[in-house]
């Protein structure tokens, strides 16, 4: 039996995705883009880590138009539980969630929400599976030109 694999509705992406959400695949990606508050904070980081003025600007475009354009789920009590939940099963898995925090804790805020996360870095989540569904998309760099 083939078994095919139809992209949910709904997905939440993590912070890369948003930053090359012009350059990616439209049809990867779901009918509705989902973000969290984490992914905001990344990105209002964003400027500061930029040395060049023209950098600058776009990250602070990019973060001005993301907080027009969505309205971030939170990290709260229940994601931070499941946070912890993540964290084991990563440690379980023999990786070390702490240079992963970031990624662990948008799994936690997906799979809490019950939505699939979307990702140009899947092994980032990997061994997550039986806490959030995650959908590879291909990264621009990787596309045939």
Do not use: C, W
Request: net charge negative; proline share 10%; hydrophobic share 45%.
């Amino acid at each position: 039996m083939i078994r095919i694999e139809v992209a949910p509705e709904r997905g939440l992406i993590d912070t890369n995705m948003l930053i090359l959400l012009d350059e990616l695949n439209v049809t990867e990606l779901p009918a509705e883009i989902v973000i969290r508050a984490v992914t905001m904070a990344e990105l209002a980081a964003g400027p500061h880590f930029a040395t060049d003025p023209d950098e600058r600007a776009k990250r602070i475009e990019r973060l001005q138009n993301a907080e027009a354009l969505f309205d971030p789920l939170p990290f709260d009590t229940r994601a931070a539980r499941r946070y912890g939940h993540i964290v084991a099963a990563t440690i379980a898995a023999g990786r070390n969630p702490k240079p992963r925090r970031v990624d662990l804790m948008i799994a936690a805020i997906a799979s809490v929400n019950q939505l699939p996360l979307y990702t140009v870095n899947p092994d980032d989540f990997k061994d997550l599976d039986s806490l959030v569904p995650v959908f590879p998309v291909t990264h621009p760099d990787a596309r045939p030109r």
